[in-house]
């Protein structure tokens, strides 16, 4: 595979899971704060769809749960 394509994935992949944890300790704090349960949602749906299967050999399952687990959510 093409190493600027690799750094590519590897970006998307790190800035999901950032912006995920992130999402997760603000809900946290405020759990009905619906901007937040939307954009929950939506990396979810990232870190579980065919998109992220082709980009990546990767569980989104496994990474969502260890990711919950990093902020004690």
Do not use: H
């Not at 603000?26 to 937040?36: C, D, G, Y």
């Amino acid at each position: 595979m093409d190493r600027n394509y690799e750094d590519l994935v590897q970006a998307i992949v790190v800035r999901a899971a950032k912006d995920y944890k992130k999402v997760l300790r603000v809900l946290i704090r405020r759990p009905r704060k619906q901007v937040a349960l939307d954009l929950k949602s939506d990396i979810e749906e990232f870190f579980l769809s065919q998109w992220f299967r082709d980009l990546t050999s990767v569980n989104g399952e496994y990474i969502i749960t260890e990711l919950q687990k990093e902020v004690n959510f």
